[in-house]
């Protein structure tokens, strides 16, 4: 069985959320981590391999949300987290100064808008257009507008049921900052975050995996996703207008076009004099052929904490860093361009032993 069937089994089946590779003998040091569901298939892959490669240790992680994910990491019950929404000021300054924060670029990916209209159309939306249906205010797949950019489309009566992420979500916090950057009246209604006040007739599903499921089974429907899931479980994904009037596909190479504009600050990430703030995003980018949604997702380790599993770490993130990228454009991901590599090798030497 491919990894790509796998993977399109287990989110039509609702479960996509929880990774545990047990090497044939016992593992001596096992590390625990929960977070994001949006970089989950990526890191799954990654964690079996290396831990095939490395008998001795195991990976395990979760798939709960980044916003669960952030609490874990705070409450210090995860070994490592993961957000796509890395981790605000607030957030950071929770964490015990005994235990210190880095947060690690792993790899970067596109949210798309996948939909369930009949014949799985080519379908493009304009930017006032998917602004109006993420405000509650565009409810029918009849709008003149949405015709008028879908001239060969059939449009069906079907009423545009949209479904949003349930949970508190790195998913949502990238997709509603696009939104957010795009709209004022988005910004002011809606919000921008990991959890926003969606209108109360859409429909709540959890993860990544949860959305899609509930696309696929609601006839017109739509929603937010990370593209990776889309590609996998085969549905459609809506070719989206960008900051230059363009419609563009979601794919690698737009993606990259989205990426190319991103300016890490020069600043330490605040409180920890010396460790580099390698938090950046690009919520509306320029450029002709650059999809209007990307972002880098992040994995949130602690600067003191047991040796051995300090060395795991460091040895999985080295993984992600070198063989690891190779396997992003396959599943759906960005592979980090060289520069951002040699920031996030650079920084992982920060992840250390007990203070």
């Not at 590599?341 to 250390?352: I, P």
């Amino acid at each position: 069985m491919t990894l790509q069937h796998a993977l399109k089994t287990a989110a039509l089946a609702g479960c996509l959320s929880t990774f545990a590779f047990s090497p044939a003998i016992s593992a001596d040091t096992t590390v625990n981590g929960s977070g994001a569901s949006f970089p989950f298939p990526l890191y799954a892959k990654w964690a079996k391999d290396f831990s095939k490669k490395n008998k001795d240790a195991r990976v395990q992680y979760q798939a709960v949300g980044s916003g669960a994910g952030i609490r874990a990491f705070i409450a210090e019950t995860v070994d490592f987290a993961a957000s796509d929404a890395a981790m605000n000021d607030e957030e950071i300054s929770k964490v015990p100064t005994d235990k210190g924060v880095v947060l690690l670029p792993m790899t970067a990916g596109e949210v798309v808008l996948s939909y369930n209209l009949p014949g799985s159309p080519e379908l493009k939306l304009p930017r006032d257009v998917m602004i109006d249906i993420f405000l509650g205010k565009l409810d029918s797949w009849k709008d003149e507008r949405i015709a008028e950019a879908n001239p060969d489309i059939d449009l069906p009566d079907d009423k545009i049921t949209v479904v949003r992420r349930s949970d508190s979500s790195g998913t949502t916090y990238v997709f509603t900052g696009h939104l957010a950057a795009v709209s004022e009246e988005f910004a002011e209604q809606v919000g921008h975050g990991k959890s926003v006040n969606w209108p109360k007739s859409f429909v709540g599903a959890p993860k990544n995996d949860g959305v899609a499921a509930m696309i696929k089974q609601t006839p017109g429907a739509i929603g937010y996703i990370e593209y990776g899931y889309a590609e996998a479980t085969g549905q459609p994904m809506a070719i989206l207008q960008n900051k230059a009037g363009n419609f563009v596909k979601p794919g690698e190479e737009s993606g990259k076009a989205a990426l190319a504009s991103a300016e890490f600050p020069s600043t330490d990430l605040p409180g920890y004099e010396g460790t580099p703030d390698l938090r950046v995003w690009v919520s509306d980018p320029a450029g002709d052929d650059a999809y209007p949604i990307a972002t880098f997702t992040w994995m949130l380790l602690y600067q003191h904490q047991d040796e051995e599993k300090a060395q795991v770490l460091r040895d999985f993130i080295e993984y992600g860093l070198t063989k690891g990228q190779k396997d992003a454009p396959k599943m759906g991901y960005i592979p980090l361009p060289d520069n951002v590599k040699a920031k996030v090798e650079d920084a992982m030497k920060l992840v250390g032993g007990e203070k």
